[in-house]
């Protein structure tokens, strides 16, 4: 029996081992299959996906309603085992939504129209920016002659373009050069609203998913919890337990956290424009707010653009409009952040940077915005490993312990004494009596 089970062994090693192979081979030099599986099995569950990130972003909202609205009747259901009672929790996801509703309705009615405006001004004045820009740079490259020829007769050929793409009067010729190719445009289109149609289809699926994930998020646990005790022994599910409790706590921090100085930033930033009458105020906004969730980078790309779209339009409010981001981002730094997001990551700014352009290399914008929380719970990881591996080493914790060298080594040890006999050289100009 046992050497039929010996062999049975080899053979299930000795077959994953080829398919292991197979698989790196196809996955470099074949068809890929394994990364089409992949990208099939991302597309099928991405409406789970947004049910999951969305009931992971209103579970604190659940829990405030819960507990300042229906305490009572939470320890009630606590007190018979139960999670929660279904009409408190039902209750609560029906005031969750509500809210969220409430706000994109105020968000949508107050600011989309006033982008609108923005938007429309901003296309209107094409003509007088661009004459602005042409006179910039025409007094800026007076004594270069053959440089200010060729930079204006570039911006004439993109104004031109701008131009004849803006006019009204030139609809007809770009209706008949769309319907010239028809079958191109068509097909355009009908992918454009197919994706619009499968990213609503997605998200309606996905406000579905969170709430009967919000309904059962204790069971949920409870269950992920029960998996990880049944998979892993009990020492190391323990581990395992405390990890994920650290990576939640680095997630939920830095993601609900960031959206909501983002949220405050933005708002902050209307008020503010709105005060000092600079012109695309819900536009600059925009920008702003968005740009914030961007860590580190985030001010400064949102800046430059809404400054640069002031500038047209008045050179001193641009340069105020510089100052009074500055202030902002100096509030946002020093009291908003650090009181909404405090030190959940735990990384240097050294390490952020790194994070931020990594994860925007490979993932562009979301992968700028969670690059960081991911760098954060491996530096976790690895600062725990290394931990463990000091304490069994029975040496100290502390960094500033390694400044000298490795503790408990020679080189780490003072300056050892002098020689005895060099000892024992009396000074120059002394003699013994």
């Known amino acids: 029996m046992n050497r039929k089970s010996a062999h049975v062994k080899t053979g299930v090693t000795a077959f994953l081992t080829v398919g292991a ?30 049910g999951a990130f969305m009931a992971y972003l209103l579970a604190p909202v659940v829990n405030f309603f819960e507990v300042r609205l229906f305490s009572a009747q939470v320890e009630k259901a606590r007190e018979k085992g139960r999670f929660a009672a279904p009409a408190v929790r039902a209750a609560s996801l029906l005031l969750t939504w509500l809210l969220v509703c409430l706000m994109f309705y105020i968000l949508a009615s107050v600011l989309l129209p006033e982008l609108y405006k923005s938007v429309f001004q901003l296309v209107s004045n094409v003509e007088n920016y661009y004459n602005t ?31 004849s793409w803006l006019n009204a009067n030139n609809i007809a010729d770009w209706v008949q050069k769309a319907l010239s190719q028809a079958q191109t445009v068509m097909s355009v289109a009908a992918g454009s609203l197919m994706g619009m149609v499968n ?5 309606l699926v996905g406000v579905i998913v969170s709430i009967y994930l919000l309904a ?11 998996a990880v005790c049944g998979l892993f022994s009990p020492a190391n599910a323990g581990w395992v337990l405390r990890g994920v409790h650290r990576a939640d706590i680095i997630f939920s921090g830095f993601v609900r956290g960031k959206l909501l100085d983002s949220l ?14 600079f012109p695309y105020t819900p536009l600059v906004s925009v920008i702003v707010g968005i740009t914030n969730i961007i860590p580190f980078f985030g001010p400064f790309l949102g800046a430059v653009p809404s400054a640069f779209l002031i500038l047209l339009v008045s050179p001193m409010k641009a340069l105020y409009f510089l100052l009074f981001v500055l202030v902002l981002q100096q509030l946002d730094g020093n009291v908003i952040g650090p009181k909404i997001l405090g030190d959940t990551t735990g990384l240097s700014s050294l390490w952020v940077i790194i994070a931020i352009l990594v994860g925007g ?32 080493k029975q040496l100290p914790l502390e960094v500033a312990a390694y400044t000298g060298g490795v503790p408990g080594s020679p080189s780490a040890e003072a300056p050892a004494a002098p020689p005895e006999s060099a000892a024992q050289v009396p000074p120059q100009g002394e003699e013994k009596n």
């Open 21 to 50: 192979i197979l698989l790196f081979y196809d996955t470099l030099f074949g068809r890929h299959w394994l990364l089409n599986v992949w990208r099939q099995l991302l597309t099928a569950i991405r409406p789970i996906l947004y």
């Open 133 to 163: 820009i042409a006179g910039w740079v025409e007094s800026l490259l007076a004594t270069y002659p053959d440089m200010e020829n060729l930079v204006v007769e570039q911006m004439n050929a993109y104004y031109q373009d701008i131009t």
């Open 361 to 392: 290399s490979f993932f562009g914008l979301p992968g700028m915005f969670f690059g960081v929380p991911v760098c954060a719970c491996f530096y976790s990881l690895f600062a725990f490993l290394v931990d463990v591996r000091l304490r069994r």
């Open 216 to 226: 059962a998020k204790e069971y949920c646990a409870a269950f992920a919890r029960r």
């Open 264 to 277: 405050i930033i933005g708002i902050l930033c209307f008020i503010g424009c709105s005060i000092l009458k």
């Open 199 to 203: 990213f609503l289809k997605n998200l």
